[in-house]
């Protein structure tokens, strides 16, 4: 069964550190794009970073210089670092994975498996 599943969210001040994880089941990450998307009450999904298989990174210009994306495959994992974490963050946040490895854009629609989502709210 091919599964995702991200951990790592929760409750995290202004200016704080998240690290987000996702984990794969069912299927070899090694073999997949992998990006990050979140969706805000009432707005929606939106990418926020991605990572091809050969590295290859994007960011959203709302999380440029302040998150960053990596990949683990001897653990068939990926990462999102959030820093200097804003309210405006607030979010579900998904990873998603497609099976073009090269591909290292944002367009929700190229990506074929997702997870069930984690909550992240940043509050004083």
């Known amino acids: 069964q091919v599964q995702l599943v991200e951990s790592g969210g929760g409750l995290v001040q202004p200016g704080g550190s998240l690290r987000l994880s996702c984990t794969a089941s069912?299927?070899?990450?090694?073999?997949?794009?992998i990006a990050w998307f979140r969706q805000a009450p009432g707005k929606e999904r939106e990418g926020v970073s991605s990572?091809?298989?050969?590295?290859?990174?994007m960011h959203a210009d709302s999380v440029k210089g302040r998150f960053a994306i990596s990949r683990d495959n001897a653990r068939n994992a990926v990462y999102l670092q959030m820093d200097s974490v804003k309210i405006e963050d607030t979010a579900i946040y998904f990873c998603?994975?497609?099976?073009?490895?090269?591909?290292w854009g944002l367009g929700k629609y190229e990506y074929i498996y997702w997870g069930q989502g984690i909550e992240v709210t940043v509050s004083s």
């Open positions: 998603a994975a497609t099976p073009t490895p090269l591909y």
């Open positions: 069912g299927f070899n990450l090694n073999n997949y794009a």
């Open positions: 990572i091809s298989s050969t590295g290859r990174r």
